[in-house]
C-alpha cells in the first residue's frame, strides 16, 4: 500500500458528502448564504414572475431561453409527446390502488422506457427528444395515476391548453381557472432544479454508467420517494388538518417546542436565510384560498409563519405555502411528491444530459472503518 493510499483510507469520510464538490454544472446556482437561486444564470424572481415553465424547460434543457419561434416549437413537441401508451393505463389498472402514489409513477416510468423504441439510442438529438418527451409524460403519467386510485377514468390531453393548464385538466377533469393555470405553473417552475440535491445526484450517477435515460429517471424518482427528500409539503397540510383552526396554531406551536419537535416546512438544509421560493407561492394561495371559499387554510399558514418565526427564528421554505396552495388546486397531499416529480424531471434531464458531455462513470472510494486482516478460523473452532 502507498502512503497515498494510507493517507486517504485514514482521512475522514464526510457523512452526506456535505460540501464536497462532486461535479461542474452550469446549470444552476443554489446561494443559502444569499438566499439566491440561479437557473442558468437567470433569477428565479425573475423566472416565477415573467416566464412559463415551457420557457423554463426550455432553458435548463438548451442552456438558453428561447426565442419566439424556438419556444412555439418546442410546446408543439411538447404536446406531441402528452399521449402515454395505453400498455401503462392498463398496467396501472391492474396495480393495487393502496400502492403510494410514488410507487405506482416509479413503477410506470419504467414500464414506458420498455415501450420507447428510442430508449436505448445514444444520438445526442434522441436523447434531448426522450428528455422532452419525459417532461411531456410524467405530468400525463402522474393525473393517470391520480384518476384512476379515485375510481374514474384517466383525462385525455387537451392540446389547445398549455403544458400547467393540461396537466390541471387531466387531474381533475376540468378545465382550469386562470389562477389555478398560474399557480401549477409556478408550482413547476419553482421546483424544477435545484442543483445537487439527492435525487438529481442519483440520476447522475446512474447515466454515468451509460443505461437509457429511464433507468436514470427511474432511479431519481426512486430517491425521491424518500421521506427525506419529498414529502415535506404533505407533512405541512396533514400538520394543518390536524390543527384544524387558526386560534390552535398558538397552542401546537407551544406544544412543539415544549417537545422539542420539528416544525415541517420551516427552515432548509441549504438555506440560511429565506428560500427564494417560498414567496411566490404565497400570494396564490391567498387568492386560491377566496377563489375556494375556503381561506382558513392560508390564514392558519399566515399565522403559523408568525408564530415560528418568532419562536425559532426560521424562515418558512418553498413546501410551507405549497401545502395550502395544492390542496386549494384540488390535489390530495399524497399526491403532492409525484407533482414535485412532475417538476423536477425537467432538472433532472438537464442534468443528465450535462453528465453525458465528457462522461466518467462516478466511482467515490469508502473509508474502510473494519478488522485489520485476520485469519479465517475453521467453523468446528468458532
Known sequence: MSADDVEKTSSEAVKGLKGIIAADSSICLVN????????????????????????????????????????AEYQESLKQYRSIPSELIDALKTLPTSAPPMALLRTLTSMAGVYDPDAESESSDKRLQISIKLISQIPTIVAAIHRVRKGLDPVDPDPSLCHAGNFMYMLNGEKPSEDATRAMDLILTLHAEHGLNASTFTSRVIIAT????????????????????????????KTLFEIGSVDNIAPYVKKVREAKGKFMGFGHAVYQ?????????????????????????????????????????????????????????????????????????????AHILEQLDGNKIIRPKA????????????????
Open 32 to 71: 443559502g448564504t444569499e438566499g439566491k437561486l440561479l437557473y442558468r444564470g437567470y433569477n428565479i424572481d425573475d423566472l416565477a414572475e415573467h416566464a412559463t415553465f415551457e420557457e423554463v424547460s426550455y432553458l435548463l434543457l438548451n442552456g438558453e431561453l428561447p426565442n419566439a419561434g424556438q419556444l
Open 210 to 237: 451509460l443505461p437509457d435515460i429511464y433507468s436514470a429517471i427511474t432511479g431519481a424518482i426512486g430517491a425521491l420517494k424518500g421521506k427525506l427528500h419529498g414529502g415535506a409539503n404533505t407533512e405541512v397540510l
Open 367 to 382: 473509508n474502510y472503518i473494519g478488522y485489520e486482516e485476520r485469519p479465517y478460523v475453521s467453523v468446528s473452532e468458532r
Open 273 to 349: 436565510v429565506e428560500d427564494p421560493r417560498a414567496k411566490h407561492l404565497k400570494e396564490l394561495s391567498r387568492r386560491l384560498g377566496e377563489e375556494t371559499g375556503e381561506p382558513k387554510w392560508y390564514e392558519m399558514s399566515i399565522e403559523m409563519e408568525k408564530l415560528v418565526y418568532a419562536e425559532i427564528k426560521r424562515n418558512c421554505n418553498v413546501d410551507f405555502y405549497s401545502a395550502s396552495l395544492q390542496h386549494y388546486m384540488g390535489i390530495p397531499g399524497d399526491l403532492f411528491t409525484c407533482i414535485f416529480a412532475a417538476s423536477r424531471i425537467a432538472g433532472w434531464c
